[in-house]
Each structure stands twice: as C-alpha cells, then as structure tokens.
Nanobody, 123 residues
Framework: QVQLVESGGVSVQAGGSLRLSCSAS?????MGWFRQAPGKEREGVAA???????RYADSVKGRFTISKDNAKNTLYLQMNSLKPEDTAMYYC????????????????????WGQGTQVTASS
C-alpha cells in the first residue's frame, strides 16, 4: 500500500505563492495533483511521470509547476500568482501503470491518494 502525505497548504493573499509537497512511501511511475473545491468535483491540476513528462490543466498553465525530488520520493507543486478560484483542498495521487497523456488529469486513472491539504487564496 503506497502512502502519500501532503503538506504546505495555508491561507495566502491572492497574487501570492505557495509550494505544496507530497511525500511518497515508494517510487511511483505517475504522480499528480488534484483539487476539490466545496460543491465541485475533484479536478486534475498537474501530472508528472518518471520520464519527466508533464501535463497541466489550462487554468493553471504558466502559474503552477509540478516537479519531484527522486532521492526523497517527494512531489512538489509550486503555485504562483494564486487566484481566489484556486482555493480548494489539494490532493496528491499516484498511479502504478502507464496512462495515456490525455487521461493523466483524470482522477479515475489514479490508484492511491493522500489525505489532502487546504489552500486558500483570499482577495
């Protein structure tokens, strides 16, 4: 059973920056960040595979960057120019198998999930 633990969520002013971290218990092929705002479905934000290929939701392109530290089995999400609409619970997720690029922001493709960390961007 893969363990994923997120950290780094806080309240910030709109326009500010934040970095989320996700510590994984073991090496995973594909990892991603998802978010869920109250009353909304969980949506994919960014994904990164072991070859360094990334995928981003249109809403965060140019503002968010996904990266990893292989030595630490840690995934990051650098969030810049935060907007109030970025406010949500952010989840780290992992998938064992290869997933086609167009599906890498689909929550149905992921096997393991963290408990979430809250990000609030206030205007």
């Amino acid at each position: 059973q893969v363990q994923l633990v997120e950290s780094g969520g806080v309240s910030v002013q709109a326009g500010g920056s934040l970095r989320l971290s996700c510590s994984a218990s073991e090496y995973i092929y594909l990892m991603g960040w998802f978010r869920q705002a109250p009353g909304k479905e969980r949506e994919g934000v960014a994904a990164l595979d072991s070859d360094g290929n990334t995928r981003y939701a249109d809403s965060v392109k140019g503002r968010f960057t996904i990266s990893k530290d292989n030595a630490k089995n840690t995934l990051y999400l650098q969030m810049n120019s935060l907007k109030p609409e970025d406010t949500a619970m952010y989840y780290c997720a992992a998938a064992w198998n290869w997933v086609p690029s167009p599906l890498r922001l689909s929550k149905n493709e992921y096997n393991y999930w963290g408990q979430g960390t809250q990000v609030t961007a206030s205007s």
